[in-house]
């Protein structure tokens, strides 16, 4: 049974369907913590209201001193005994330092079809470019921002008259297939990706 440590900035709902998929019978992986950068992370209690434990590193004391925050979390990740690490909604950079002992074990999920639109604004930049499809990603994390090798893409049509926000609202349901799908088959050992619809 894979112990799995998540990572969340804010409301958590990745984080959630992730709870929700490893509570089904047989998933070969079970939460260990859900940890967020911000101790008012609305995620937090959510993840507590299912039981899960909660903790959380404030990234604001650190400063620029990327380095002592990391280490900060990893500790707290140890102590939990976490296997592997989901980032969900986590908008902390983390160095080679913290990522690379993490080779394999690390997955998170972007709001874009990778290659396209690594970083921030990635439905805004969609819907700019005039792109007919937009979606999710599921990846491994590697040193490179939104880099490291697909696991997982879910496609949805850009529609006429969307916004961002609209558009983003539409990802963001599949993200909650995509990710739980690929969580399971990641915790499983098995990396065939996972192509939804
Ligand atoms: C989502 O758009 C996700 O793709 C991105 O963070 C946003 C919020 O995610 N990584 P969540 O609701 O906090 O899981």
């Known amino acids: 049974m894979k112990r799995v440590a998540i990572l ?7 984080m ?15 939460p260990c913590l859900v940890a967020s950068n911000d101790p008012e992370a609305a995620g937090l209690a959510r993840a507590a209201a299912r039981g899960v434990a ?3 590193v404030d990234h604001r004391p650190f400063g620029k001193d990327r380095a002592a925050f990391e280490a900060e979390l990893q500790a707290l990740i140890a102590a939990h005994d976490a296997d592997m690490i989901c980032l969900a909604g986590f908008m902390r950079v983390l160095t080679a330092g913290f990522v690379t002992p993490w080779s394999g074990r690390m997955i998170n999920i972007h709001p874009s079809l990778l290659p396209k639109y690594r970083g921030l604004h990635t439905h805004a930049r969609a819907l700019e470019a005039g792109d007919a499809e937009h ?18 893409q879910a496609r949805v049509p850009v529609k006429p008259g969307d916004t961002p926000e609209i558009l983003a609202a539409r990802v963001l349901e599949m993200e909650h297939k995509l990710y739980p799908a690929v969580l399971r088959r990641f915790a499983a ?9």
Do not use: F, K, Q, Y
């Open 8 to 14: 969340i900035s804010g409301g958590g709902s990745n």
């Open 16 to 30: 959630l369907a992730l709870l929700d998929s490893m509570a089904e019978a047989g998933h070969p992986a079970t």
């Open 54 to 56: 909660t903790d959380a």
């Open 135 to 152: 979606g999710c990603t599921v990846h491994e994390v590697t040193p490179e921002l939104d880099d490291g090798p697909i696991l997982g």
């Open 189 to 197: 050992g098995d990396r065939r990706p996972v192509w939804l619809p």
